[in-house]
């Protein structure tokens, strides 16, 4: 006697309303497993099999949603980042930009956060950081520690009791300028 053949499970069979409706909770931000798992579908990856379709039948404008999603997920991905970088707790929490620099702020950093994305959050120019990391002071910032220097050196040579406008008036005299 032969056996019975059992029969083989029929395939669901799902409606254009219900496909649309999968694909609009997707494009919702529900992940497309929880979607499947919420509708009872056995694999989701025939959710993105009815989102390319949609998308496809859908003309230029879903394919433009599509792409604003994308450009949207980028800019969540950076701003995360940069609130990650500025935690209040971690180790670039700066009040100013160049105390990024000073502080050796944008050193701490490791491999986690590139260079690129802590300059930007603190606010501190790539060549800024390599000019600061390597020591080469601008001309405006040697004159000034060299005049800081010298004012330091009549203050102190003259027992603490040159003020800003005698220090002024001393300077000046030595320059042979009449301008204070």
């Known amino acids: 006697m032969a056996k019975p053949i059992p029969d083989r499970p029929k395939r669901r069979q799902f409606s254009n309303g219900f496909r649309r409706e999968a694909v609009l909770m997707m494009l919702d931000g529900l992940s497309a497993s929880a979607v499947a798992e919420r509708l009872g579908i056995a694999d989701p990856s025939l959710l993105y099999v009815w989102k390319k379709k949609l998308v496809i039948h859908g003309g230029p404008v879903a394919g433009s949603l599509d792409e604003r999603v994308r450009q949207l997920e980028a800019e969540l991905l950076s701003v995360e980042r940069e609130r990650d970088i500025l935690k209040k707790r971690g180790p670039f929490s700066t009040g100013t930009p160049e105390c990024g620099l000073r502080g050796g702020?944008?050193?701490?950093?490791?491999?986690?956060?590139?260079?690129?994305?802590?300059?930007?959050?603190?606010?501190?120019?790539r060549s800024a950081y390599y000019a600061?990391?390597?020591?080469a002071a601008s001309p405006r910032v040697r004159e000034a520690m060299r005049l800081q220097e010298q004012v330091a050196?009549?203050?102190?040579?003259?027992?603490?009791r040159y003020g800003a406008r005698r220090i002024a008036a001393w300077r000046a005299v030595r320059s042979g300028s009449r301008n204070c």
Do not use: M, S, T, Y
Not at 132 to 135: F, I, N, S
């Open 132 to 135: 600061w990391r390597h020591g």
């Open 153 to 160: 050196a009549i203050f102190w040579r003259h027992k603490r």
């Open 105 to 125: 702020r944008v050193d701490q950093r490791d491999a986690a956060f590139p260079l690129v994305p802590v300059c930007e959050a603190l606010g501190v120019g």
